[in-house]
C-alpha cells in the first residue's frame, strides 16, 4: 500500500512538472474579397503551424465586398477583416472600427483587364469605352478617375459599371458587355492562360504612395483584449515573412487556395511577394492619399483625423 501510495504521489508531482497544452484563441476573420494572392497570409499561417505559435485559430469568411466587411465587423460577426484602405473611412462615420496595420502600399493589384482581341494596350487606348469593376465609389473607380484625369479627360473620359463581384465583371467581359474590367491580375493571368484576356496594366502608377490593403479590428476588441491583436498582428507578419523567403511553398499552397496554376502563382509571387509590407506601418502620404479619395469619391465632405480611422499603438509589428 505504501509503494502504490508513494507511485501515486510521484504521478502527481510529474503531472504538475509537465506543461498543460492552451487552448488556441479562436478568432474570426473576414475578408473583403476573395481568392486574391494578397490575403494568403491567412492560409499560410494555418498551414506552415505559424498561427499556432502565437496562440490563434482563425476562421476565415468571405465578405464579398469591403462594405459588407464592414457591415460585419460593425455587427460584431467578426473580429478582425482584410481589405482596402478606402474602408478607413467607415471609423469616421462612427462606425466601431479601427485600421491596426498596413500589409501593401501601391495598388499594384488593380489591374486593367481586357479580351484577348482587345485594341487596347495602354489608358490612351480606353477613351469612350466601358470599364466594369465589381463596386463603384470604390478605390478601383478612384483609380479610373485618377486615370482619366491624367489622360486630360476630366472624369468623363470613359464609362464605368458595378458589376457585383469579380465572377459578374468576368462575365460581363466575356460576353463583350464590357470592353475592360478592373481585378487582381491573377485573374488576368488566368484568363491569359485560357487564351481569353490578358493584363492590360496596373493602375498603381496613378497612386504611388496609398494603402491598398490593411487590417482591421474592432475598437471593442482593441479596448478589452489588446494582447490579443498583437498576437493576431504577429502571427500575420510572421506569415507574410515566412511567405518572402519561401517561394515553393507559398505557391504550392497558392494554387490550392486560389485553384490556379503553379505557373500562374509563381508569376503573381514574382509580381508581389516584395510587396507585402513587413512591420505593418502606415505610409503617412499614403493616408494622406486615401483622405483626398474620401472627398472625391463623397464618403465624407472633409478629411479626418488620424485618430478617427487607424490606431498606430501596435505597429511597428515585430513577430
Not at 510529474?14 to 497570409?41: E, N, Q, Y
Not at 476562421?59 to 466587411?69: D, E, F
Not at 481586357?114 to 490612351?124: F, G, L, Q
Request: proline fraction near 6%; glycine fraction near 8%; include cysteine.
Amino acid at each position: 500500500m505504501r509503494i502504490g501510495r508513494s507511485l501515486a504521489i510521484a504521478t502527481i508531482a510529474l503531472l504538475l512538472l509537465v506543461p498543460r497544452a492552451h487552448a488556441l484563441d479562436k478568432v474570426r476573420v473576414g475578408t473583403a474579397i476573395w481568392p486574391i494572392w494578397a490575403f494568403l497570409p491567412l492560409q499560410i499561417g494555418a498551414e506552415e503551424g505559424i498561427w499556432k505559435k502565437y496562440g490563434i485559430d482563425p476562421a476565415v469568411t468571405n465578405a464579398g465586398s469591403g462594405s459588407k466587411l464592414m457591415q460585419a465587423l460593425t455587427a460584431g460577426s467578426v473580429d478582425f477583416g482584410l481589405s482596402s484602405g478606402v474602408e478607413m473611412a467607415f471609423g469616421a462615420k462612427g462606425a466601431p472600427i479601427r485600421a491596426i496595420a498596413a500589409f501593401a502600399g501601391e495598388p499594384r493589384t488593380v489591374t486593367v483587364i481586357v479580351p484577348a482581341d482587345s485594341p487596347v494596350k495602354e489608358p490612351a487606348d480606353l477613351k469612350g469605352k466601358l470599364i466594369i469593376m465589381p463596386g463603384v465609389a470604390s478605390v478601383s473607380e478612384w483609380l479610373v478617375w485618377q486615370m482619366e484625369i491624367a489622360q486630360g479627360w476630366g472624369k468623363t473620359g470613359l464609362r464605368t459599371a458595378a458589376g457585383g463581384s469579380i465572377a459578374g465583371c468576368l462575365a460581363a467581359l466575356r460576353s463583350h458587355q464590357a470592353d475592360a474590367m478592373i481585378g487582381p491580375p491573377e485573374v488576368g493571368y488566368l484568363l491569359e492562360s485560357r487564351h481569353e484576356g490578358q493584363v492590360a496594366f496596373s493602375l498603381a502608377r496613378y497612386a504611388p504612395h496609398f494603402l491598398a490593403h490593411v487590417i482591421y479590428a474592432r475598437t471593442s476588441v482593441i479596448d478589452s483584449d489588446p494582447a490579443l491583436v498583437e498576437r493576431f498582428l504577429k502571427g500575420f507578419f510572421a506569415s507574410v515573412a515566412y511567405m518572402k523567403s519561401h517561394k515553393e511553398e507559398t505557391t504550392r499552397i497558392a494554387v490550392k487556395a486560389l485553384d490556379s496554376t503553379p505557373e500562374i502563382m509563381n508569376r503573381i509571387y514574382d509580381d508581389l511577394a516584395s510587396w507585402l509590407e513587413s512591420d505593418g506601418r502606415f505610409d503617412p502620404q499614403g493616408i494622406e492619399t486615401l483622405k483626398t479619395s474620401y472627398i472625391e469619391l463623397g464618403i465624407l465632405d472633409k478629411k479626418p483625423d488620424n485618430d478617427q480611422i487607424l490606431t498606430e499603438r501596435f505597429v511597428p509589428v515585430k513577430p
